[in-house]
């Protein structure tokens, strides 16, 4: 589990909270916060500008995607480069097809099937042609999750702005009623309130982590193209290792060497 995401949030929250209860009410002053009709304005509005944005059938993917901000992706870049050092070991060793075997105990199936195409002697420009291909898509999906929460968190204050609007001009309507007052001004910062969470404690971080997700992704699959062209290349493992090291930062690289050893030759 990725808890950092998880963290913020409940952070976020807290210092929320504590901002309302540092007043002279303390605690008491938590129901002033709550208000019916806000949040029907804003997040209700903001939601119905969401699903008006987008196809129905992407809605759900677009909600789940707070739950992949909240999962461990699996591989990391270090861990995918030893693999395929191992992979290149077993090819060099053994042969190509041997790599078949290998492959039965992998449970990314974007490794397995390149692993699949080399195996079956597929030309290494179809090789990068397919697997490329397949980022484009992977990207494509995500790209779309994306901006899901990104187009959430430009509307949330949007119709938070709205429900400020609606307040005034219910004031504004009845100022020869001062109980009227209170309430409607209540409605008018409390939808601005609510917008500005909306963006910025939910939507904003979940936009940006996935983007970092995404990034991380895209570089373990990068990793794994030019790892398999490599070693269907029949290249030494240790100069593939060298090769996929460039993908890393350089605390990574020392890493890198001290769990996998500079690759067997």
């Not at 070991?89 to 053994?94: D, H, I, P, T």
């Not at 009227?180 to 601005?192: D, E, H, K, R, Y």
Request: a negative charge.
């Amino acid at each position: 589990m990725d808890i950092a995401s998880l963290i913020g949030l409940i952070l976020g929250l807290v210092m929320v909270v504590f901002g309302i209860v540092t007043g002279e009410l303390g605690f008491a002053a938590l129901p002033n916060f709550g208000d019916l009709p806000s949040v029907i304005i804003t997040i209700g509005g903001s939601v119905a500008g969401v699903i008006a944005c987008n196809k129905i059938t992407d809605l759900a993917t677009g909600f789940k995607g707070i739950a992949l901000t909240l999962k461990d992706p699996g591989f990391h870049p270090t861990e995918m480069i030893t693999n395929i050092i191992n992979l290149s070991n077993v090819a060099r060793k053994e042969g190509l097809l041997a790599l078949e075997e290998a492959a039965a105990d992998i449970e990314d199936s974007f490794l397995k099937k390149g692993i699949m195409l080399v195996v079956d002697g597929t030309d290494p420009e179809l090789v990068r042609g397919i697997l490329e291909t397949d980022l484009m898509c992977i990207e494509d999906r995500h790209k779309k999750v994306i901006g899901f929460w990104e187009k959430w968190a430009e509307l949330g204050p949007a119709w938070g702005m709205i429900g400020t609007l609606i307040g005034l001009v219910n004031m504004l309507k009845n100022l020869d009623d001062p109980s009227t007052i209170g309430p409607n001004m209540a409605v008018a910062l409390l939808t601005t309130l609510y917008g500005s969470l909306i963006a910025n404690w939910l939507c904003n971080p979940t936009a940006s982590k996935l983007k970092v997700n995404h990034d991380n992704e895209m570089v373990i699959k990068q990793v794994i193209v030019e790892g398999l062209l490599s070693i269907q290349a029949g290249e030494n493992p240790h100069v593939i290792e060298e090769k996929l090291k460039t993908f890393l930062a350089p605390t990574m690289r020392e890493s890198l060497y001290g769990d996998n050893g500079g690759g067997e030759e």
